[in-house]
Nanobody
Framework: QVQLVESGGGLVQAGGSLRLSCVAS????????MAWFRQAPGKEREFAAA????????NYADSVKGRFTISRPNAKNTVYLQMNTLKPEDTAVYYC????????????????WGQGTQVTVSS
């Protein structure tokens, strides 16, 4: 089990960019796949992006593909979500999570969660 703390959310205009960070601590952090989920007001939590423990495999939701990039630099306990060309529909609370494999997208498959960081995209 790991502890996750997100940061980097904020208010940005449509077309702008933000980079979210997730700092992990605890035992065996590098053995977990990492993912970002988001939850908009009145909607269920949905998958956005994931990365394998090796950082060699990634998976993206169709809604963010080509705009968002998840990364997991070597020798760092931090996972990033670079968000470019942001749209108002990207507005949500973004959560970092850990799971057993990089290709899973159901939030029930993820064991540890951060507190979330708010991303608001204005039109």
């Amino acid at each position: 089990q790991v502890q996750l703390v997100e940061s980097g959310g904020g208010l940005v205009q449509a077309g702008g960019s933000l980079r979210l960070s997730c700092v992990a601590s605890g035992r065996a952090f590098s053995t977990y796949a990492m993912a970002w989920f988001r939850q908009a007001p009145g909607k269920e939590r949905e998958f956005a992006a994931a990365i394998s423990w090796s950082a060699l495999n990634t998976n993206y939701a169709d809604s963010v593909k080509g705009r968002f990039t998840i990364s997991r630099p070597n020798a760092k306990n931090t996972v990033y979500l670079q968000m470019n060309t942001l749209k108002p529909e990207d507005t949500a609370v973004y959560y970092c999570a850990t799971g057993p494999t990089w290709y899973l997208t159901n939030p029930t498959d993820f064991s540890s969660w951060g507190q979330g960081t708010q991303v608001t995209v204005s039109s």
